[in-house]
């Protein structure tokens, strides 16, 4: 069964770096997105992406952020500048954009665990 | 703005019997979806369960179902005959009509007891 895959599983990076989270989601679906769960938190909506370009962004999304689809596969999410409150897991998920409601189900990955210290 | 609460941060259930995880939702829209999504330790999430608001009937995925009460904005999940493979995460989700964005609740722990 197809699914969306992250790596890392686990990035550990100090404050003030660059991380780059990868996420390859399922090949035929176009709607893709990012969230993060801080420990104990709920789990936020950070981005979606369709089409090449932002469909939404939350004010969580903020300059620091950027996400990319650098080819046909993989879609990326940059931290530029990584701040202790930026630890968190980080979700990526994909579903299809049939323009109906019969497949609005979100497929995710199992998440990057990501610790800035 | 829309928000989901699952006041039950953690909930334990003896296998083979019933649990119920609790989820409401604020909303001024008419027209929206809701979702129970499982995450097992280490796993992605996955969907259980999904619910059209316009739909009267509850739904139902062999031992999940749903206690949708649309005017309480409530939508529990109930558990039947539980196994020691329940046992995840859960996390409630809404999802407004015109918007492929869910958003999401705090979620419940299910503990399962052999």
Not at chain 1, 25 to 45: A, C, D, M, T
Not at chain 1, 57 to 63: A, N, V
Not at chain 2, 29 to 49: H, N, T
Not at chain 2, 85 to 92: L, Q, R, V
């Amino acid at each position: 069964e197809p699914e969306v895959t992250q790596t890392p599983s686990h990035q550990v990076t100090q404050m003030g770096q660059e991380v780059i989270l990868r996420c390859v989601p399922i090949s035929n679906h176009l709607y893709f997105y990012w969230y993060r769960q801080i420990l104990g938190q709920k789990v936020e909506f950070l981005v979606s992406f369709y089409n090449n370009e932002i469909s939404e962004k939350s004010e969580i999304f903020d300059d620091q952020f950027s996400v990319e689809r650098p080819d046909g596969s993989n879609f990326t999410l940059k931290i530029r500048s990584t701040k202790l409150e930026d630890s968190a897991m980080y979700f990526c998920a994909s579903s299809e954009f049939t323009g109906g409601w019969e497949n609005t189900e979100a497929f995710f990955g199992q998440g990057t665990r990501l610790t800035v210290v | 703005a829309q928000t989901v609460t699952q006041s039950q941060p953690e909930m334990s259930v003896q296998e083979a019997e019933t649990v119920t995880l609790s989820c409401t939702y604020d909303t001024s829209e008419s027209d929206y979806y809701l979702f129970w999504y499982k995450q097992p330790p280490s796993r992605q999430m996955i969907l259980v369960i999904r619910q059209e608001a316009y739909k009267q009937q509850n739904a139902t995925e062999n031992r999940f179902s749903v206690n949708f009460q649309k005017a309480a904005k409530s939508f529990s999940l109930k558990i039947s005959d539980s196994q020691l493979g329940d046992a995840a995460m859960y996390f409630c989700a809404y999802m407004p009509g015109g918007s492929y964005i869910p958003t999401f609740g705090r979620g419940t722990s299910l503990i399962v007891h052999p």
